[in-house]
């Protein structure tokens, strides 16, 4: 599979394929890793990672080796520093454990690759924040890629990750879902 392939998969085709043997877990967290590497200079949706392997997800998942980012707020994976987009996180706070929501991910076969980008404690409509700078939209770089989930947006819309968590309280999942043309589950 090549990364056009990859890119033109949603995460049930790619989960599929994974469990029908046409493609393997390793080689869809290469894709994503270089699909993040072709895209984010441009978009800047990427608050950490990718990392050098994804991180541990249960192997018989329904979306098992599906790549897969977590947003940099409300959800954390053990050992993976978070900075909810602020600079007076800006190291990073490490949890010592997994959020419920993160254990369903990972239970759900999820393979997380990277965090995406936040505004600072998600309090704005777009995703612009002092610690990682803004976040472009993939269909005009000009524009905003909406907030506060405008990094996991961003890189749905730019193809290198088929699916990718949000959340919302004011509309942070609905707005980058209609800013980057996508469908957002609230």
């Not at 056009?4 to 469990?19: G, I, K």
């Not at 978009?43 to 990672?49: D, I, K, R, Y």
């Not at 704005?124 to 269909?139: D, F, H, I, K, Q």
């Amino acid at each position: 599979m090549n990364i056009e392939e990859y890119s033109a998969q949603d995460a049930t085709s790619l989960a599929a394929m994974v469990a029908a043997g046409e493609v393997t877990a390793d080689e869809l967290a290469t894709l994503a890793t270089d699909g993040i590497a072709a895209v984010n200079a441009h978009l800047n949706a990427v608050a950490s990672g990718p990392f050098d392997t994804p991180l541990d997800y249960a192997s018989d998942g329904t979306f098992a080796g599906v790549p897969f980012v977590i947003k940099d707020l409300v959800c954390h994976a053990e050992g993976v520093p978070t900075r909810m987009g602020t600079r007076m996180l800006a190291d990073g706070v490490v949890p010592p454990a997994d959020t419920h929501l993160m254990e369903r991910f990972r239970a759900a076969g999820l393979a997380t690759v990277a965090v995406s980008t936040t505004p600072e404690f998600g309090y704005n409509a777009n995703t612009e924040a002092l610690v990682y700078g803004s976040t472009r939209n993939p269909w005009d770089t000009s524009r905003s890629a909406g907030g506060s989930s405008g990094g996991s947006g961003a890189l749905v819309a730019a193809g290198a990750i088929p699916m990718a968590h949000a959340n919302d309280g004011g509309g942070s999942i609905r707005i980058p879902a209609a800013v980057n043309g996508l469908v957002g589950l609230k």
